[in-house]
């Protein structure tokens, strides 16, 4: 979860949809010391798991408790307690003093009741608020979930154990999106590591060969694209595609192309704001194979550029044979 929330982007959305905000309204971001200091020997250190501060104004600490323990919340307020005061040197104006909120992400039920987001202020006993500047969210990652909102989005990320999980999950925000695509990369451990950037290195070669073999396509007027030797190219189908003789993949040459097309129909009718279902209709196409490649499309908004996705699913095939 550290290295997942290195990424701005990441955090950026998750911190907008647990404080019901929007992104935009973040106009800064930077990480924070996770070490509370000390100010005397005798007491007690915190060590925290994410630490960052949005608008120069408001401290955020995201932990992750997977067991139970006893004390739990007296915890919890120790230490935003602790980050809370931690700003304020000798002599310093209470002024100084920054807004801090602590949003944990709990693998048990803190309550019986059925919320799985619950928000915690400072308020007397009418609901009225005596302050906003200590603030505690509790996402209980056990708890029942039926919507399709952000947060439910974020919790069925969380409890994702396989790849099939995250390709369940239905969403077009950007935050959770990245983080399914971050999440994947960090899946390669250290043995795979190697092999994933050799193959890297082959697609960037691959892509960069696809680009003069275009050129070389379109001033050639070539109809059937690149055959022979190590099957560069590909002719698009009909005279649109005869024309730009467009060259997309090497040894699978023209039933990678037909691929390629798809792919390019499905993009363009997305770009028109067309959903999976009508595009699946429209196509007389399989609809869980329009899901996969509007899913990967996503990740280019608003391009759609079926270059790219048609190379991510190429990436994703050959990982997974």
Request: proline letters at 2%; a positive charge; aromatic letters at 10%.
């Amino acid at each position: 979860m550290k290295e997942l929330f290195q990424n701005k982007k990441i955090l950026r959305y998750f911190l907008s949809n647990m404080l019901d905000m929007d992104p935009e309204k973040i106009r800064s971001l930077q990480y924070r010391n996770t070490f509370l200091r000390r100010r005397h020997k005798w007491e007690k250190e915190g060590i925290l798991d994410v630490v960052a501060e949005y608008n120069n104004d408001t401290k955020v600490n995201i932990e992750l408790q997977v067991k139970y323990f006893e004390d739990w919340d007296k915890r919890q307020l120790f230490y935003l307690a602790k980050m809370y005061s931690q700003d304020l040197g000798s002599g310093q104006d209470y002024e100084k003093l920054k807004k801090c909120v602590a949003i944990s992400i709990l693998d048990f039920d803190l309550s019986d009741r059925p919320q799985y987001h619950s928000v915690y202020r400072l308020r007397d006993e009418n609901g009225n608020e005596f302050s906003d500047v200590l603030e505690v969210h509790v996402l209980e990652l056990r708890k029942k979930i039926s919507g399709q909102t952000d947060v439910e989005n974020w919790i069925r990320f969380f409890n994702a154990k396989s790849k099939e999980d995250l390709e369940m999950i239905k969403t077009d925000n950007p935050g959770i999106m990245e983080a399914i695509w971050e999440l994947q990369d960090m899946c390669l451990r250290n043995p795979l590591r190697q092999w994933y950037e050799a193959r890297m290195k082959q697609v960037r070669d691959d892509r960069a060969w696809r680009k003069y073999v275009r050129k070389q396509a379109r001033e050639e007027g070539l109809a059937e694209g690149l055959a022979e030797g190590k099957a560069k190219g590909r002719a698009e189908g009909r005279a649109e595609g005869r024309a730009e003789g467009r060259a997309e993949g090497r040894a699978e040459g023209r039933a990678e192309g037909k691929e390629y097309n798809f792919v390019e129909m499905v993009c363009k009718k997305l770009k028109r704001g067309k959903d999976p279902e009508n595009i699946a209709e429209d196509l007389e196409a399989d609809l869980d194979k329009v899901k996969r490649i509007c899913l990967t499309a996503k990740r280019f908004v608003p391009e759609y550029d079926a270059e790219q996705v048609f190379s991510e699913l190429l990436k994703s095939k050959r990982r997974q044979g």
